[in-house]
């Protein structure tokens, strides 16, 4: 047996990274509620939501500048189920 033959298989997942920046994240906290370095998995048929409207949006900016749903991504791919995000 070759050694390419003995290497074990590793499972390919399209992962999302996300950077976020506000000028005044220190004094206002708009990402506190964010939840940094930890793996979420998402559903490829649903919106990733931001915004202020915890009832609506997955993801809280807790700014009141910040329209109930600001912004949302799209999660779709073709012929996958699952999509893996972190936000750094």
């Not at 999302?16 to 708009?30: A, D, F, G, R, W």
């Amino acid at each position: 047996m070759s050694s390419m033959e003995e290497v074990e298989t590793e499972e390919t997942v399209t992962c999302l990274h996300i950077t976020l920046y506000h000028p005044c994240q220190e004094e206002k906290q708009v990402f506190r509620s964010l939840k940094f370095h930890k793996r979420e998995r998402c559903r490829v048929d649903d919106m990733a939501k931001f915004g202020r409207d915890s009832n609506i949006c997955h993801y809280n900016l807790m700014d009141t500048r910040v329209s109930r749903v600001q912004f949302t991504l799209p999660l779709q791919q073709l012929s996958l189920s699952r999509l893996l995000a972190t936000i750094w």
